[in-house]
């Protein structure tokens, strides 16, 4: 109990002293290796939108800039301060709940972020604006109470994959179109997006333990690794094919063909994940995912311009 007792004084009085956040914590703290979805997805939009991009070269920079960087780094900073007391039990040495981040500093960060990135999203019209409250909205909405829509295994995946794919492959269509996208874009953009509540779901394997703990209700926890896993890839092979099958509809054999074979390449992938799914979740999430991705981007440019 003495030893405790220490450890925590010197805890307060290393914060006490250090009263400002680390500057590499707070780079941690807004996670830029997860700023990468909603980039790639904000690019899949703007090239279905048939526009030229070498032309708007600008505009597509501050689209990645708002995606990337501020709406989906404010959403990190949110999640970590909502979720300190859980990450205390699963990732102690994260900035907050290691003290690198002392104080409040976590909630000043996201909300400052929020609001900042609200006015970069306001020159870039109503569907640019509207599509940037609305993911702002859902990141407040899946972190924090009341609402706090994570403890839902189908409501907190849902929301992130939303925000990561879909609303971000809008948001490109729209500024680089100056307007609606097209039906087609919006259909691809909300398919991958239902899709993608499996890549949410696997990345719920690594706060396994502080779930449980927390009465967090996700699908790992609810129903067990092995059975979420099975469920996660049944949602993402799904999505999929849906896709394939429009892309055939719509005369676009090569593209729908290019994703066939790299659907094959992520069930090849599944298959090693169902050997261990806590274990391989972090692997899949390198491998199976890149090649989700990628079939997007070759989705994007089978619509570009369709319908013009």
Not at 113 to 127: F, I, N, Q
């Amino acid at each position: 109990m003495l030893s405790i007792m220490i450890d925590s004084m010197s805890v307060t009085d290393g914060l006490r002293s250090n009263p400002l956040p680390e500057p590499r914590a707070l780079l941690r703290l807004i996670k830029p290796v997860t700023w990468f979805p909603p980039m790639w997805a904000f690019l899949c939009g703007a090239v279905a939108s048939g526009a030229a991009l070498g032309e708007q070269l600008g505009l597509v920079f501050l689209g990645l800039l708002l995606t990337g960087p501020l709406v989906c780094g404010m959403s990190q900073a949110a999640n970590d301060w909502c979720d300190r007391h859980v990450d205390a039990i699963n990732e102690p040495d994260r900035p907050i709940p290691s003290g690198r981040v002392p104080g409040r500093w976590g909630l000043w960060v996201a909300l400052a972020m929020s609001a900042l990135a609200l006015m970069v999203a306001w020159p870039l019209g109503y569907w640019g604006f509207a599509a940037t409250c609305l993911a702002v909205a859902a990141a407040w909405a899946y972190s924090a109470e009341p609402l706090r829509l994570k403890r839902s295994w189908l409501w907190g995946p849902g929301l992130v994959g939303l925000c990561y794919e879909g609303l971000p492959w809008i948001t490109g269509a729209a500024i680089l179109a100056a307007g609606t996208p097209s039906p087609e874009a919006l259909i691809f953009a909300l398919i991958y997006a239902l899709g993608a509540h499996g890549i949410m779901t696997l990345n719920d394997f690594k706060a396994l333990e502080g779930d449980l703990a927390m009465g967090i209700r996700s699908l790992p926890a609810v129903v067990g690794p092995a059975k979420a896993a099975w469920i996660a890839c049944a949602v993402m092979t799904g999505a999929q094919g849906v896709v394939i099958a429009l892309l055939f509809a719509w005369d676009r054999p090569w593209h729908a063909g290019a994703i066939c074979l790299l659907l094959l390449g992520q069930v090849a992938a599944m298959r090693v994940l169902m050997r261990d799914p806590k274990g391989k979740a972090p692997w899949y999430n390198g491998a199976g995912v890149t090649l989700y991705v990628a079939g997007m981007m070759i989705c994007a440019f089978a619509i570009r311009g369709m319908g013009a």
